[in-house]
Nanobody
């Protein structure tokens, strides 16, 4: 089992910035993709950004050029720097940890991000 603890959410104004963090603990694997997903009210969960153990990144189209994902493998922590926030970024953000060897994945409890216009 892997436990994920998210932090850094809250309220921001449009055009502002927030930084999310997620730390993994428990049964940590050397090769695991970590990422952020979000779900807004009435919408399906969508991929925001993912990063592999070798720091290869992917971004959802809605956040390209505004958000940056990074990770510190020594701390088992992934970060999401969110800049130029828009009201449509308002959602619950979930941290994800996927083990490459068996594709088992784990989710954090979610953290609210609210962007006021």
């Amino acid at each position: 089992q892997v436990q994920l603890v998210e932090s850094g959410g809250g309220l921001a104004q449009a055009g502002g910035s927030l930084r999310l963090s997620c730390t993994a603990s428990g049964d940590i694997w050397d090769l695991a993709t970590m990422g952020w997903y979000r779900q807004a009210p009435g919408k399906e969960r969508e991929m925001v950004a993912t990063i592999t153990s070798s720091s290869r990144t992917k971004y959802g189209d809605a956040v390209k050029g505004r958000f940056t994902i990074s990770r510190d493998n020594a701390k088992n922590t992934v970060y999401l720097q969110m800049n130029s926030l828009k009201s449509e970024d308002t959602a619950v953000y979930y941290c994800n940890y996927e083990v490459v060897a068996n594709l088992h994945d784990f989710w954090g409890q979610g953290i609210q991000v609210t962007v006021s216009a």
